[in-house]
């Protein structure tokens, strides 16, 4: 995120989310120098009809598009005081994840930053399919963030596989983004790690120690491997948890304990959301948490 020179914000028809969703973005482009780039997706099912009503059609469509950025100008205007080069615009595209990812390829974003679904009734983080689809072909990370401001001195979580080295690089990007999060919201950074259920097995195994110096061992190890990590993502954390049980609880009941604002995690590029965690699935996490998300491919 150092290098972070241009965001690409969501907004969409709610104008409360889109405030704070903007808000957001422009913390990031403050503490950054990166360009803000605004887009609205719309779609109506106009495109449907025959061929002898093309003109009209053409014509609703354009009709449709300018009222569309003359709201979207409308939401951008404080914003726009401070980032005078700011760029907004209305785009047509009957799947709304496939127009998100046709704009952060035009504007070549670094970060694609959008509103979460809120259940109405309840209050709960939806993920759409619009969002699976955004998080599984974003070439750019993605952050989906609640619509309510960020809270004084948070703590930003980096969920992180140290036992993969394969995906060293993804791990250490990770760490850099995380820290940089931190810094800008000015909060604390904790780093979680989740390894498996090893103690209704040590008797079946018939390991030669006992389960409490099996779990010694395996965090020290932890330890060491989080530490080379951060030293080559040239960073510092404020606390390591590392933990036993499946990565969506542990980092789920982390998420609930210190009330994290930002969860950061990894993904596998083009496979999927399949996350860095001990083989398990990025989506069973983020079905798990209650956060704002930024995802990361590997």
């Known amino acids: 995120m150092q290098s972070l020179k241009n965001i690409l914000v969501v907004s969409g028809d709610d104008a409360e989310q889109a405030r704070y969703v903007l808000e957001k973005a422009n913390m990031l482009a403050d503490a950054t120098g990166a360009r803000l780039h605004v887009v609205r997706i719309i779609y109506e ?96 990370p993605v952050m989906l963030v609640k619509p309510q401001a960020w809270v004084k001195n948070p703590t930003v979580l980096c969920a992180l596989d140290p036992f993969d080295d394969s995906h060293e690089k993804l791990s ?48 020290t190890e932890i330890r060491e491997r989080v530490h080379a990590l951060v030293e080559k993502a040239g960073v510092d954390f404020d606390r390591l948890v590392a933990d036993e049980g499946q990565p969506a609880q542990v980092i789920g009941r982390l998420v609930d304990d210190t009330e994290a604002e930002l969860l950061v995690i990894g993904t596998h590029a083009r496979e999927g959301v399949k996350g860095l965690l001990l083989g398990n699935t990025s989506e069973r996490l983020l079905h798990a948490v209650a956060t704002d998300v930024l995802t990361m491919h590997g």
């Open 45 to 140: 099912g106009i495109a449907e009809l025959g061929a002898a009503a093309i003109d009209a059609t053409h014509e609703l469509k354009t009709l449709m598009l300018q009222a569309a950025e003359t709201a979207l100008e409308d939401t951008v205007v404080d914003v726009r005081a401070r980032h005078p080069d700011l760029e907004a615009a209305a785009l047509w595209n009957p799947r709304h994840w496939e127009g998100v990812l046709h704009a952060a390829e035009r504007a070549e974003a670094d970060l694609v930053i959008k509103g979460a679904s809120v259940h109405h009734k309840f209050g709960d983080i939806v993920r759409t399919p619009d969002d699976w689809n955004l998080l599984r072909n974003s070439a750019a």
């Open 172 to 219: 250490v990007a990770l760490l850099q983004e995380a820290r940089t999060l931190a810094d800008v919201l000015e909060g604390e950074l904790l780093l979680v790690v989740a390894y498996p259920l090893f103690e209704p097995w040590v008797g079946e195994l018939g390991a030669m120690q006992g389960y409490e110096d099996l779990k010694n061992n395996i965090e």
